[in-house]
């Protein structure tokens, strides 16, 4: 539950507290006398499962498991590294894990010594899979993540990292067999150490990859990739979460702060919108508000609103875009560029002169349209239509404009002020 919070520090110091009652449980798992002391990785790996969030799965170089939130840990596995080696680090750790959501029980580890292995019913017996990457392969990489398919039981993605043997390829592999025969994507991501790959949960086709330099996305399973966030710091990423209810992909850097994108529209990305000219996605409404345009007093900037409407566009170019009402009357006519890829327009909710006196004909008999402080004209409530035309294609969405009271919508942002350079 959201009461309960894991933290932990180097080499494998977890605790449980309670944010209600403050109790806190200290988690880490003990050898049993006369076995070889544990060893732990600098970021020791736990997992909740997605199944039940009272079960732990816990990873020193055997994977621990707690049905009560670690207040006590069971090994369901023996050793599933290469042994370790002496050394003032420890190694010869599991470094990832991860249970399908889709198969309880269904879990797969890697290992810094290079080694992937899979159970399929619950610990009770494993498989190892690393042999099975591809031959050219380096043995020993740093098995950087695990993850398993939120779409197919059987699919399974993974990552290796090299850098700590001055091997800086991306290795990125997909398995649709539990692992037993591998395939490696994202032959086009620059040579940058790749720390962790996350499937997207509503769209089987979008990865996302982090490495020592940036993120990636991919739309077709990871065929191709592009640069993802590109306000971003040129930072390592090491680790990718997405919060499925609100649709953010949550991005960890190193020592750059934690970074979050809104991934609604990407989801939306289906073949049919990729192979579309342009495409206008779903627009939030807006509640209308009397003093679009007006100076609230003599000294202020005037309040000027606008609203994002989400288009994707298979080439860029420039775009003629087109405001409608719903009987099909033109409000305002204006030329913008588009970039190839999904992009945010912004339209500032104005009207021309002549689509006014268009407006002006659908009001009532005690209604005006008079332009405001700023000189513009605005948008009463009402519903309307955005319509793109780029490309040979034409993508048309809704805009509708509520009246205050009218539901629980946002105000529109005002607009920023340019940018100086």
Known sequence: TNE???????????SRVDRMSGERQFIR?????????????????IHLSRHNQDILYYGANRLYRSMNRGEDLQPISPDLTKGGMKGDVPYGTLTTI?????????????????????????????????????????????VSRVEASNHEEGRVYATLNGYRWD??????????????TWTRVGRDLP????????????????????????????LDRGESFMGFASGMPNAPVHDLKIQQREKDLLIGTHGRSIFRADLEQVQLLTDDVLAAAVHAFEVDPVMYRDGWGDRRASWSDAFE????????????GQATVRVLTADGGELLSFVTELARGLQLMEYDLTVSEAGADVLRADLESDETLDAADNGSLYLRPGTYTIRVEQGGGTAETELEVRERGGGNVPEPAPREPPEIK
């Not at 798992?29 to 790996?45: A, D, K, M, S, Y």
């Open 305 to 316: 609103p606008s609203v994002e409407v989400p288009v994707f566009a298979s080439e860029p």
């Open 4 to 14: 309960s919070v894991y933290y932990g520090s180097q080499f494998g110091f977890y």
């Open 167 to 180: 091997h800086f390829d991306a290795y990125v592999f997909v398995s649709d067999d539990y692992g037993a």
């Open 98 to 142: 991860d249970e399908s959501p889709m198969r309880f029980g269904l879990i797969y580890v890697g290992s810094d010594d290079g080694l992937i292995h899979v159970t399929r019913d619950g610990g009770f017996t494993w498989t190892r899979l690393d042999g099975n990457l591809p031959a050219d392969v380096p043995d020993d990489l740093w």
């Open 29 to 45: 798992p003990q050898h049993e006398l006369g076995e070889r002391p544990l060893r732990f990785n600098w970021q020791t790996p």
């Open 191 to 218: 040579a940058e150490p790749v720390n962790v790959v996350i499937e997207d949960p509503e769209n089987e086709n979008v990865l996302f990859v982090g490495t020592d330099h940036a993120v990636y996305a991919s």
